[in-house]
């Protein structure tokens, strides 16, 4: 039932021209602004971590707008009521649409990748090749299980987009994609630490650049089961909750 739904979700996301564009243009746009930071600050070592980087902000974006995007089209096509009535948890039918926006993003991570390597000359000379590949994996299972935890919002939401409008920069800023942590308030370092975009982010840093990767995976893999838990209790609370005020369509 998850490999249907999610291929299902994948074809109708490629279906929307507007979904199309943001995939095709912004992931481009940001690694181009990632190299030239990183060329001005003096650091081309660094390109190639630029470059992942500029992925990651991409893969989260397609996460974030497009478990929004996708909760608010099956309300505005008036699918959303059965979906919800279908005779499986609530967990199991709006999973696989956070998956289908986490594997969109995956070309994302492509595009910044080929984008730097024949436009700038970035020399794809990972330390960790093996482990770069797991790491991404990983990172794009951890983000679908964070974006079904955001999706439970969502669905309470008339206007999901105002709320992943205010998510996005702060998300990727706090997650260390592109700036390092350590350069960011004191406060900023419990938000990091719970959010599986910091340790996502990390884990392809070093698979890139040469470090520990695993242990940056493990943390990642289990804030991605502790976000899938939250997320299908808090998707079992919102659903009871429409049920019993009949404003599931009107939320």
Same mark, same amino acid.
């Given at each position: ?75 505005? +096509?008036?699918?959303? =009521? ?65 974006? +079904? ?18 998510? =996005?920069?702060?998300?990727? +800023? ?31 840093? =070093? ?27 808090? +998707?079992?609370?919102?659903?009871? &909750?429409? &049920? ?8």
């Amino acid at each position: 039932m998850l490999a249907v739904g999610t291929l299902m979700h994948v074809k109708q996301l490629s279906r929307s021209p507007f979904e199309m564009a943001i995939a095709l243009v912004v992931p481009i746009v940001q690694a181009t602004l990632a190299v030239y930071l990183f060329r001005s600050g003096g650091e081309q070592h660094r390109l190639l971590e630029a470059a992942v980087g500029a992925g990651v902000m991409g893969i989260w974006s397609s996460v974030l707008f497009g478990s929004g995007g996708a909760i608010q089209s099956q309300r505005w +096509l008036g699918t959303l =009521e059965m979906i919800m009535l279908a005779p499986r948890r609530p967990v199991l039918v709006i999973l696989p649409i956070t998956i289908a926006t986490g594997l969109t993003g995956i070309y994302a991570l492509l595009a910044t990748l080929i984008w730097g390597r024949f436009l700038y000359g970035i020399r794809l000379d990972f330390a960790h090749p093996v482990a770069f590949v797991v790491a991404a994996v990983v990172c794009v299972v951890a983000l679908g299980m964070f974006g +079904l935890l955001l999706a439970a919002t969502f669905v309470l939401m008339r206007n999901a987009n105002a709320l992943a409008n205010t998510l =996005e920069y702060p998300v990727w +800023l706090v997650s260390g994609m592109l700036v390092p942590i350590t350069v960011l308030p004191s406060w900023t370092g419990p938000i990091a630490a719970v959010l599986p975009t910091t340790w996502g982010a990390r884990a392809l840093r =070093e698979a890139t650049s040469g470090g520990p990767v695993w242990p940056s995976v493990g943390v990642c893999l289990g804030i991605s089961v502790l976000c899938l838990a939250l997320g299908g209790l808090a +998707l079992t609370y919102v659903e009871r &909750r429409a &049920r019993a005020a009949a404003t599931l369509a009107l939320a």
